[in-house]
């Protein structure tokens, strides 16, 4: 599914399941989403992997829940308001080869898939991740090792769209000639796929996350999309007032 939000959509919202979220009923978000007055909202939480290798996320057993309780909302609330379904995930050349994806990707009830690059497979042992490194090594290669995880996803093509690309530089004080080549790298595997990236609020709010010098070497390469990288009823409200400033 190609992502094309609606003007004032809701896109990129999660939800109790991934433990770093305001526990509420999936309900909760829907019924303040209408509200709002948005005629979409667009469900992203972080996806599971079979054995839950990761923290931070939904469980594996939590995957066909998640998605029968959407699916009930979405059948709900038609008339108010577009229920999406989808999930926010690391691409991991281990699990593509495994046919992860692709098993994500033929469910019916999953419209898209959000590449969400929050950690890396090692190159040299692919059994072990990037989280596992010490602080040293994550200053030094954290955002090459995410930047190629990205673009490997993007080739994939199993995405819909790429989530705040510039947060992998999250460890980097200064802006340098390695971090302007890896965003070109992104950029451009992005535009040969024509595949839309996040400016995210979140990230944009946190400050630290939030690069300007990436969007503006991204300038209008890409289509854009603003996700707002919802993890509470509160921030659903908040970040939507901030991305409409934005947008203006």
Same mark, same amino acid.
């Given at each position: 599914m190609? !992502?094309?939000i609606r003007e004032n959509g809701l896109f990129h919202v999660h939800t109790y399941r991934c433990g770093h979220a305001q526990d509420v009923p999936d309900e909760a978000y829907v019924r303040?989403? !209408?509200?709002?007055e948005a005629p979409e909202i667009w469900f992203s939480d972080h996806a599971p992997f079979p054995e839950d =290798?990761?923290?931070?996320?939904?469980?594996?057993a939590e995957l066909d829940e998640y998605l029968t309780t959407l699916q009930e909302l979405k059948a709900k609330y038609r008339r108010q308001i577009d229920v999406h379904i989808g999930l926010e995930i690391e691409y991991f050349p281990t699990y593509?080869?495994?046919g992860y994806y692709q098993e994500l990707k033929k469910n019916p009830a999953i419209e898209f898939l959000?590449?969400?690059?929050?950690?890396?497979?090692d190159p040299a042992r692919p059994g072990?991740?990037?989280?596992?490194? =010490?602080?040293?090594?994550?200053d030094l290669q954290e955002f090459r090792a995410l930047g190629e995880a990205i673009c490997q996803g993007i080739e994939s093509g199993h995405f819909a769209a790429v989530a705040h690309p510039d947060r992998i530089f999250r460890r980097q004080k200064e802006w340098t000639p390695d971090m302007a080549a890896?965003?070109?790298?992104?950029?451009?595997?992005?535009?040969?796929?024509?595949?839309p990236i996040e400016i995210n609020i979140s990230s944009y709010l946190s400050g630290k996350l939030f690069?300007?010098?990436?969007?503006?070497l991204a300038g209008d390469r890409c289509p854009i999309l603003y996700g707002l990288d919802a993890h509470s009823l509160l921030e659903l409200e908040e970040h939507d007032r901030v991305r409409r400033q934005l947008i203006l």
């Open positions: 190609r !992502i094309g303040q989403a !209408i509200a709002m =290798p990761f923290l931070q996320r939904m469980k594996y593509d080869a495994q959000l590449l969400g690059q929050h950690m890396a497979q072990e991740y990037s989280f596992s490194w =010490p602080e040293e090594q994550l890896m965003s070109e790298k992104i950029l451009r595997a992005a535009e040969r796929a024509g595949l690069r300007p010098e990436f969007w503006k």
